[in-house]
């Protein structure tokens, strides 16, 4: 489990707690359903925030997703004058949200920039919302991973600085409650994903060079 699991879920679990032992003490029928309420939120949270170990695949060029999710769009744009695949990672409450490094390489920036919080499943969401972009230079050349966030994510977490190394499937950060994650490519990245695939962080493949 990441580490802020714990500090959102803990309280609840000790709230819930609070009122059950109240519950015993004045029997009444308030608290019992209230502690039920608390416990099953604390368990919601809880999950929300696992971070299971994966199976990162091998293999020279392969790029493997960023996001736990759907893909949800898939579509060509300009990036810094060159022309990159974008696919589009939608998260929802249920998913892992931990992200992880589609490649191994050096991170060569990292950009935040504040925003909207419009629906991460929507187009517009790449554009206006609120994000953290960084770019990993490897083999594939670079690669761009934008964090999106989404109308309950309103909290980016980025674990790495500028310089860092990270091997393919590193735990690079994680969105908070429901968001979005975008990956550019380079042309010469043949995709192996299309629109409507479940796709996992750090083990599914997304493509690899030609």
Known sequence: MV??????????????????????YWSGGFFFPAAAFFFILALF??????????????????VVSPADGRVVEIRTESYADRSRQRISIFMSPLNVHVNRSPVAGSIESVVYRK??????????ASVDNECNTFTVAGENGEIVVRQIAGVLARRIVFWKKTGDCVNRGDRIGMIKFGSRVDVLLPPEVALSVKIGDHVKAGSTIIGASR
């Open 3 to 24: 580490k802020e699991g714990y500090w959102y879920g803990l309280p609840l679990v000790l709230i819930a707690g609070g009122l059950l032992g109240f519950g015993f």
């Open 45 to 62: 949270v809880l999950n929300f925030f696992r971070d299971p170990e994966r199976l990162v695949p091998s293999g020279t060029g392969v």
């Open 115 to 124: 925003g909207s919080f419009r629906m991460a499943s929507g187009s517009r």
